[in-house]
């Protein structure tokens, strides 16, 4: 999976585009140059809105004309009223821009744009239905990584930081507040989740100074302090940094989770059947399903065309393994000999992980996809190790997509408690790395697209994307 910039907690906000921006057609310029100016200031409005956001997807706000940009964390809204008006009233300026006038290029942008406006429209309505928590991949998993990636370019973004800290208290009421108002709708988790997630806050806090969030601070302090002029070094006050850090943390952030514990803990009694009924136990679940499934895709077909079309790649799958393994000669074993030839498909990759390095092997896959891809662009990555304490509450592994003005700077983290053996050290790094999430974003960063392309976010596509080159190499390596 690829941690999200836009919404790095996308859940949190619906990935809804709150759009307010004005736009005045100015008669001395041709419809692109209109349209252009747009899509740049809707981009920036965008980013503004919530300092993670901005963060995480400009590294230098300034160079776009964002300055004093207010501290915000955002917070979850009931409202689905205004969320329905305001995607209207998006929708309505987008096209009051003629398409017909258009580039090929920011066509293209404008039907992106119209779909995302459309899909999050008829969406809006089930507002409620979205869960911002959820055990592995909610909130109270990615906010912590988010904000101990939260990188110091210099000390204003550690003051900033320190602010945001402040705000985790308030953030947290909203989503449970959020979660009140799904109970009382009968659209409440399971026990189940419910207990996963109340243990995952409970883990977190019982870290106290053994977790990551203190480490990870003392150890952006020290990079800052070392590329700092001079001058500025004199005046940087690293211990009282930590001392302020380590206040708010104990402050804010514990109590913060030790309060949404609690308060979901209170809403037991509206727990929901055990998960296994899915959306179809909830009144309107299947026409929620329907638009989940279309906007995740981005297709329109029904569920049952999807089913179908599902089924009939398995069968193709099935044919080519089948196939694959009369080639290795599978075919004309015992039962019992085919089984172990079959299972050395998925054994170690011999010569390939003789240097099972995360590093290592993401250099291997680099070349490996020369010959299938476009060479991709130069960029330094980083592989991050989970904590192993917090191993059984965090995804098996995920990459966090850099700024837009930043893209050489890339990062992966591995959840080694939920990596086996070698094969899947190796497909995982294929997923996200090379040719998988981090190729994908980095190469189409330096193509230049427009800003508020990078905004949006198609799950389909993404998760596609890096499936498929997961189970490419898979199958090249074993049988090609």
Not at 294 to 318: F, N, Y
Not at 330 to 344: F, G, M, T, Y
Request: aromatic fraction near 12%; charged fraction near 25%.
């Amino acid at each position: 999976m690829s941690k999200k910039r836009s919404a790095v907690i996308a859940a949190i906000f619906f990935a809804v585009l709150s759009v307010t921006v004005l736009s005045v057609h100015h008669f001395n310029k041709n419809e692109n140059q209109q349209f252009e100016e747009y899509t740049y200031n809707l981009f920036c409005q965008e980013v503004s809105g919530n300092t993670i956001s901005l963060h995480y997807t400009l590294k230098n706000p300034a160079a776009y004309g964002i300055t004093n940009a207010p501290v915000s964390i955002g917070s979850c809204t009931t409202d689905t009223g205004s969320v329905c008006a305001a995607i209207e009233n998006a929708l309505a300026l987008l096209q009051s821009y003629d398409r017909r006038r258009l580039s090929e290029e920011n066509k293209l942008t404008y039907d992106i744009l119209e779909e995302y406006y459309t899909t999050a429209f008829e969406l809006a309505p089930y507002s409620l239905y979205e869960e911002p928590l959820s055990p592995l991949t909610g909130t109270q998993s990615q906010l912590p990584v988010v904000l101990s990636e939260y990188q110091f370019y210099n000390t204003a973004d550690v003051d900033t930081y320190l602010k945001l800290l402040k705000k985790i208290p308030d953030y947290f009421d909203s989503i449970l507040e959020f979660e009140q108002a799904r109970a009382e709708k009968g659209l409440f988790m399971s026990e189940n989740a419910l207990g996963d997630l109340t243990a995952e806050c409970t883990a977190f806090v019982r870290l106290g100074k053994e977790n990551y969030l203190y480490s990870s601070f003392e150890e952006k302090l020290k990079e800052l302090e070392e590329e700092l002029p001079p001058k500025k070094k004199k005046s940087f006050n690293r211990k009282k940094y930590i001392k302020t850090h380590d206040k708010y943390i104990k402050k804010y952030i514990f109590p913060a989770y030790q309060a949404l514990a609690k308060g979901l803990n209170a809403l037991r009694d509206d727990c929901s059947d055990d998960g296994s009924g899915g959306l179809c136990r909830l009144p309107g679940g299947k026409q929620y399903y329907e638009l989940v499934a279309a906007s995740e895709t981005g297709s329109d077909r029904s569920i049952p065309k999807l089913q179908e079309l599902a089924r009939r790649q398995v069968m193709e799958d099935l044919g080519t393994m089948q196939t694959s393994l009369a080639q290795l000669g599978v075919s004309n074993l015992s039962s019992e000999d085919a089984d172990a030839r079959s299972s050395d498909l998925y054994s170690s990759q011999g010569m390939i992980l003789e240097d099972s390095n995360p590093v290592s092997i993401l250099n291997t896959l680099e070349k490996k996809m020369g010959n299938d891809f476009p060479k991709p662009p130069a960029v330094d990555v980083q592989v991050k190790y989970v904590q192993k304490s917090l191993e059984e509450y965090l995804s098996p592994a995920f990459y966090m997509i850099p700024a837009i003005d930043n893209a050489n700077s890339n990062v992966i983290y591995i959840n080694a408690g939920h990596i086996p053996d070698d094969l899947s050290l190796f497909t995982t790094l294929a997923h996200e790395g090379y040719p998988g999430h981090l190729y994908q974003n980095v190469y189409y960063m330096h193509q230049n697209p427009d800003p508020i392309r990078c905004l949006l976010g198609f799950g389909g596509y993404t998760e596609g994307w890096a499936t498929y080159d997961e189970t490419a190499l898979r199958y090249k390596e074993h049988v090609l």
